[in-house]
Structure formats: C-alpha cells, structure tokens
C-alpha cells in the first residue's frame, strides 16, 4: 500500500534520512522503533511532504506521491498524527473536527463526529470548549479525532502514547487495535516498545536514518543484540 | 449638546471606510501572515472604479450597484496580486512579501494615474440621501446616517462568516498553524486566495463606499494606509471586531481633535495608540503572538563574516576612486554622490537592527529625519555653529531612539514594526502641525555649513570621510562581541537569554545605536542640502531604506549599502521618465521573485561559484 524507497531527506545540512526504504501492507499496523532522533518523526513529515525529500521515492497505492502538495497527499486517504498535536486551540473541540472533514472513500472506514465522540467520549463532554484547556491525553485523542474525520485509510500516529497517563496508554491501545479491526493500516511511531508490541504486527526500527531491522516481534526477541543496540537507553 | 451629538455621528460614519479597510487587511494577515502595504492601493481603486461607474449607472440602483461591483473588481485585482506577487514567494520570510507589496503600491499609482489621470475626482453623491436630517438643531447628512446603519451590518456579516461558517472555521485555523490545516487536507493555495479576495473586496467596499463624503485621489492610498495601521494595532491584528471598535474610536477621536485641538489632531491618533500599547500590547482584541511556534526549517542562514583580504582590497580601491572622483568628476556627480554616501549610511544603520538585530523597522525615517530637524532647529533656534549642531543630529536621534526603543522592544514581529510605523509618524505629525516651531509644510530653511566645510567638493569629501566611517564602524560592532549578543538574540532571544545576554539591553542598545547612526546621516543631509522638509520623516522614506536594504540582500552584511547606492543612481535616472514609479515598482517584485538572495547575494553566489571567496576564515 505504501512503499518508500531511497528517501534522503535533511535539515539543513544535516542529514536526517539515509536511503531508507520499506513498505507497508494494507490491514498491517506497522511499529516504527528508534531513540529520538532515530528519525520516526521526519520519515512521517516526509511520507506527508511536509518535509521535503532530496531524493527517493514514496508512493501510496501505487501512485508517487512524492510530489504532491501535503493537502492533495492527504485527500489520497493518509491521516496525519502530528507527535506535538497541534491542535487549534482557538477553535472549539468540534471546529477542530470540522477542518479535519473529508468526503466518504469507499475502501476506507467512514468516520462522523457522532461515532468519534462514541469513540472518545470525554471529547462530547468538552465539545464546545476550546482546545486550549485540555489535558494530555484529551488532546491526543482530539487529534487523532481530527484526523479521522478525513476518512483515510492509512494512519500516521507519530508516538500517540508520549506525555499521557498510563490508564490513557492502556485506552489508546485498545483504540488502535479496534481501528486494525475497522481495516484501517497505521504506522506508528514509538519509543514505548512495551505498547508498540501491543498494538503491532510487525516492527521497524531506525538509527540515524537507516533502517536497522524489520520484521515480527517474535524474530525482534531473538535478536537482543539488535534491541540492546538501537532501543534501549 | 447637539453639536457634540453631530460630531459623534460624523465619526461613526467616518469610521465605516476605515473599519472596511482595516477588517480587510486583518482578515489577510491573519492567515497569511502578510501585511500588505498595497492595501491603500485597493481602497484607492475601489474609489476610482466607484466614480467610473457610478457615471455610467444610474438611479439609486446604480449607485449601490456600482458600490458592490468595485468591491467584487477590487477583489478580483486582489486575486491577481496574490496569484502573481505572493504565491511566489510564501515560502520566503516575511520581509520579501512585505517588499513585494511596496512594488506593488508603486505599480497601482502608476496604472491609476495613466486610467484616470492626476486630477482629482469628486465623489457622486447618494441618491435619495442628498439631504440633511435635523438632530437636536444640528444638521446631519442623511449618506453619514446610512452609513451608520450600514456599517454594523458589514461587521455582523463577516463576524457570521468567520466564527459560523466551515470557510470561517478553516480561515481561523489557518491563522493558527497553516501547515497543518494543509496537511488535514484543505488546499492552503485557495484559502490564502479567497482570504486575499475577501479582504481586498473589503478595501474596494471601503473606497467606494466613501465616495459622497471624500472623492477619490491619487494620494488617499498612502493617506488612510498609516491610520488604517493605527487602527489595526489598537483592535489587535487578526479581530474583525477589535478592528470596528478601534476604527470608531479613532474615527470620533479624529472629528473632536478637529474641533477642540486643531493643531494635534495627526499626533492624538499615535498618542492614543501607544497608551493601548502599553497597557495591552497586542491590542484591544488580540492575543499574544507565539513566534516561531512550528516555524519551516528552512536552510540555517550562513553566519556573517568579517570581510577578507580580498573584500577589504576592493572596499579600499573603491574608497580611493571615491576620493579620486573631485578631480575628474563633475559638479553634478559630486553632489549625487554626496546624496549616495548618505543613503548608503542611513541604509546602513536600518540593516544593523534588521540584519544583525532581527528588529523590522517601519519607521526608520524617524531618526533620519529627527537627526537632521535637530540639527536644523539648533541651528535656527540657538544660532549654534555647525559644528555643534550636526554633532547634535546623532545625538538627538540616538535619545529619541533610546525613548522608541523602550517601548518598541517590548514588542516583537510585526505589532514591533507596526509601533515603530506609529512613532514615526508621530514624530512626522508632530513636525507637520507644529508650524511656529518647525515651520510645518515649509521646512527649515538656511542651514549652511561652517566656511571650512562649504563648497561641494569639500562638503562631498566631508561626508565621505563621515559616511564611510560610520559604515566601517557598524560593521566593526558586527563583530564585536555585542555584534554577537545582538545576532544571539536575533537567532534565539530564548536561548540567548539561558546564556546570561540580557537581551532587552541588547536590543535596547541596539535600536538606539541604529537610531544615532540614522541621526548621524540626517545631519550630513540638512547641511548638504542647507534646508529639511517634513518628507524626510515621512512613510516613503522609512520604505525607501527597507527597499534598498532588501534589493541590496538582507543576510549580507554590504547590502544596505549597495542596494542603497544602486537605488540612488537608478533613481536619478529613472525620475526622469513619466511613469518611473511603474518600472521601479515592477523591478521590486521581480527581485522579491527572481533573486530573493538581493544584489550582494545574488552577485556573491556567482562568484563562488566561480571560486573567488569575499570573507574571512572564522577562527577556531
């Protein structure tokens, strides 16, 4: 469904990522693994083109995306979790669902704001609040939220579980898997490997831009050398 | 009791053009981020359109027909300057499409004078609204009445728009983060295109809508555009209603000056304007700006360097052909190079606190001018020698920046070059309307200086020794240790902070250091030309200096200078054609899209490539 291949993107100067390549199946929930500064987050804003690649390629149902405008990449059905959320805190809790609308896909679950607030219902609660005055883990619900209102079929969570509580943790853990049921394909990034195990099928782990493994977790927990060298502190 | 009656009504129905423009330029910077200068240009072709059609349109129908077809043909020329001027460089940092907008101002006074000629036009006036309505003995012209009622309606109306609709929703978010209402999918292009749309169709609304009350003229885009900035500022860029509530205070505070305090009636507006200020600094309505909060990481600017052996060999050759001019050269050339090495400084000292500082003065003018009037008053009031007096222009700028600087720096990004625009028109209003003291429109005449110094040659190698140092040693402060503080601050005022720069001082220093050397240029203007004028301080010269400063490179160190001194010979020689401002205004925005890099950039990438190195090594 989504194919990377030989992506070098960089700020500035410095060289962020380095020939990377993998692919992504539809119905998987894929795990991105790797310190900070691994490059999880740039391999998001890249596949979104919100940083701009120097070279390589993605592409998304077999069309290259690479480049598109990030609105045009967005309406092709992938739904963007920016990890600092990034939420209109001016707006109320259902503006911020309004920009994230989208016209029904046919091959993606279709989302509306009723069936988000049953989804998250500490978000109907708050629904004409503004987004300034919400904890944690409300936020990253609402994002989340925001951008199920597009209807995509591929999600991007840039590390959903950073900065909430872990009764949350544990909810949001469920949620994903629930999308997983609804066929919806997630890549998420993750520092957490306890959660990423939990929600994922398969994992991918960066260091400094490269592509150090990819594979199941069970082949993961063979290779402890791998997870002692690029994931624990 | 019924006169104060009647001139309360006059500011509200004065407020309604204002209010129009206001909202207009508002609604487009909030999501754009532009503040668009041309603004004024709009509400000017707005009037223009309005007179050619209310003479072919007749009855009431044609009146308010011809109303709201000027503003949907203004909106229209909106369209076209966004998808031309700026769609090309939103990517650039602020500045560029602030400068392409100058272009812009330019091109539209030029096409305006070649549809509609020089000679002012009178506004029709309303049918069926001719007449006067008696209120408490006073009479009231039922046009101010009508647009009392209107105007209300136009804010109900786009408050609707804003906070009700799906458009309003995607506008205000787009205000906040427009990165990522893009990548949720909305098409960033035509929401920047509509916003442009609709706020330029406010402008022309604004323009024509005035029309029975003032007519229209070659001269009202730059007349309502400072005020316009005024009321902005007070409401708090970016609220609709922040921009009724000022435009009516400032509007009825206009109509009471007139009447109670004839002679302050230009400086009340920017007294009232800094009170707000410094009581709420993002105006009435506003809310605090959060720089750089998802900023584009854009390539790290290259570090300035001091000039190496080969930079400082060419500065010298050209310092000595310089010195050599009096000998071959002309009268003529003597003088136009006189007039060059003094907006190379005053260029200079802007560029320091923009450049080096990262503060975007809209105002510099106000130290030019302050330095020369200081000199001239001195000069005039206490027969001072020349001497004195011209040590006296730096001096007296430098306080007076010392003054603007508190206040301003307070501020940052736009609300501090909004307030840097207001105090210099203050100081411009001040000058104007004070005619005992400055003689006004007529100036300061007689400001000769001392026999040593007199004749054109001398005064010509005066100023260049003057001129040339003052340069040198801005750009020694560059690299200074307060140079790096001062670009510490620029780059991070958080970070430079956790270092220990006290960055207030700083910028303090800064801005006041930027004012003197401003103040030291003015000084060697009042004498070369023996007299100074209220232009000197006015709007034109402030953009003049951000102009050259662009065109020459804003991330070099020479640009200022160059652009200033290619500015003022081309000038010379483009006056001279009927419709220069057209041609200068059309170059501007080539440059802002062709080569954003300036001359120095552009001329200093060529040459690396060809492997000729213009800096010096930085030490390790």
Redesign the interface.
């Known amino acids: 469904m989504l194919e990377i291949s030989a992506l070098n993107s960089f700020?500035?100067?410095a060289h962020i990522l380095n020939d990377l390549d993998f692919s992504i199946n539809r119905g998987e929930v894929v795990a991105l693994l790797g310190r900070n500064g691994a490059g999880k987050t740039t391999t998001m804003k890249s596949i979104?083109q919100?940083?701009h690649p120097k070279s390589g390629r993605v592409s998304f149902d077999g069309a290259d995306i690479t480049s598109l405008?990030?609105?045009k990449i967005?309406?092709l059905g992938l739904g963007?979790v920016?990890e600092?959320r990034?939420i209109?805190?001016?707006?109320t809790i259902l503006?911020?669902l309004?920009?994230?609308?989208?016209k029904a896909r046919k091959d993606a679950p279709v989302w509306t704001v009723e069936a988000l607030f049953e989804l998250f219902p500490n978000l109907w609660e708050r629904r004409n609040n503004r987004g300034k005055a919400m904890s944690g883990g409300e936020q990253q619900m609402l994002t989340i939220a925001?951008?199920l209102m597009?209807n995509p079929k591929l999600l991007l969570l840039d590390e959903p579980s950073e900065g909430i509580a872990p009764v949350i943790v544990e909810q949001m853990a469920k949620t994903i898997l629930r999308f997983k049921e609804e066929g919806l394909t997630v890549i998420i990034s993750e520092q957490n490997l306890h959660f990423a195990r939990i929600v994922a099928d398969r994992a991918i782990i960066l260091e400094s831009g490269e592509k150090k493994f990819d594979g199941t977790f069970t082949d993961l927990e063979n290779q402890p050398d791998i997870r002692d060298a690029y994931l624990s502190v | 009791m019924g006169l104060f009656v009647a001139q309360l009504l006059t500011g509200l129905a004065n407020a309604a053009a204002l209010f129009l423009v206001a909202s207009g330029l508002s609604l487009i910077f909030g999501v754009t981020r532009i503040v668009n200068f041309a603004h004024g240009s709009l509400y000017m072709l707005g009037a223009y359109f309005g007179v050619m059609l209310m003479q072919s349109l007749p009855g009431a129908v044609g009146f308010w027909g011809s109303i709201v077809l000027s503003s949907l043909i203004v909106g229209a020329i909106g369209i076209i300057i966004e998808i031309c001027v700026l769609r090309p460089v939103y990517r650039a940092p602020e500045l560029f499409q602030l400068v392409a907008t100058f272009g812009v101002i330019l091109v539209i006074q030029d096409l305006t004078l070649m549809f509609w000629g020089a000679e002012d036009q009178l506004g029709p006036r309303a049918p069926g609204l001719k007449s006067v309505v008696r209120i408490l003995g006073e009479p009231i012209p039922q046009y101010d009445l009508a647009l009392i009622v209107i105007t209300p309606f136009i804010l109900l109306g786009l408050w609707w728009l804003i906070s009700k609709t799906?458009v309003g929703?995607?506008v205000?978010?787009a205000?906040?983060?427009r990165?990522?209402?893009?990548?949720?999918?909305?098409?960033?292009s035509w929401l920047f295109t509509g916003v442009f749309f609709l706020g330029s169709a406010l402008a022309g609304l604004g323009g024509a809508i005035q029309l029975p009350k003032g007519g229209a003229d070659l001269l009202m885009d730059l007349n309502i555009i400072s005020a316009v900035f005024v009321v902005v500022v007070i409401g708090g860029m970016g609220s609709i209603v922040g921009a009724f509530v000022a435009s009516v205070l400032i509007s009825v505070l206009n109509v009471f000056g007139v009447a109670y305090l004839p002679q302050s009636t230009l400086v009340l507006m920017y007294v009232v304007m800094a009170i707000v200020l410094l009581v709420r600094p993002y105006g009435l309505f506003g809310?605090e700006e959060k720089a750089g909060e998802?900023g584009q990481?854009?390539?790290?600017d290259r570090p300035i360097r001091p000039a190496g052996v080969r930079g400082r060999l060419f500065a010298a050759a050209l310092f000595l052909a310089l010195a050599l001019v009096p000998v071959f050269g002309s009268n003529f050339t003597q003088v136009l190079l006189t007039d060059i090495l003094i907006f190379c400084l005053f260029a200079a000292s802007l560029q320091f606190m923009l450049s080096t500082g990262g503060m975007v003065s809209f105002g510099h003018a106000a130290f030019f001018g302050g330095g020369a009037y200081a000199a001239a008053l001195l000069v005039t009031y206490a027969d001072s020698p020349m001497e004195l007096a011209f040590l006296f222009a730096p001096l007296a700028a430098g306080l007076l920046a010392v003054v603007f600087g508190w206040f301003c720096i307070r501020l940052s990004g736009v609300y501090f070059a909004m307030l840097t625009l207001a105090f210099s028109q203050l100081v411009w209003s001040l000058v104007f309307q004070w005619y005992d003291v400055t003689g006004g429109d007529d100036g300061l005449v007689n400001i000769w200086p001392s026999a040593w110094l007199s004749g054109t040659t001398t005064y010509y190698y005066f100023t260049l020794i003057v001129g040339v140092g003052g340069i040198i040693f801005l750009r020694h402060l560059i690299h200074s240790p307060f140079g790096y503080s001062l670009r510490a601050t620029r780059d991070s005022a958080r970070q430079a902070d956790a270092t220990g720069i006290n960055v207030t001082h700083v910028q303090w220093a800064a801005f006041a250091t930027a004012g003197a050397m401003a103040g030291l240029a003015g000084g060697l203007f009042v004498f070369s030309k023996g007299s100074v004028f209220p232009n000197e301080l006015e709007i034109e010269k402030s953009f003049d200096a951000l102009i050259v400063v662009f065109l020459g490179g804003v991330k070099t160190l020479s640009g200022g200078v160059v652009g200033a001194a290619f500015m003022e010979s081309v000038k010379d020689w483009l006056t001279r054609l009927e419709y220069w401002r057209l041609i200068l205004g059309l170059l501007i925005i080539g440059v802002v899209i062709v080569a954003p890099a300036g001359i120095v950039g552009t001329l200093r990438g060529l040459s690396e490539r060809l492997g000729l190195r213009w800096t010096g090594e930085t030490t390790r």
Request: charged fraction near 30%.
């Open positions: 700020y500035g100067k979104m919100l940083v405008p990030s609105h967005a309406r963007y920016p600092e990034r209109f805190s001016d707006l503006e911020n309004e920009v994230g609308r989208q925001r951008t597009g | 799906r929703i995607l205000r978010a205000t906040q983060d990165e990522m209402v893009g990548a949720l999918g909305v098409n960033q809310r998802h990481a854009g390539e790290p």
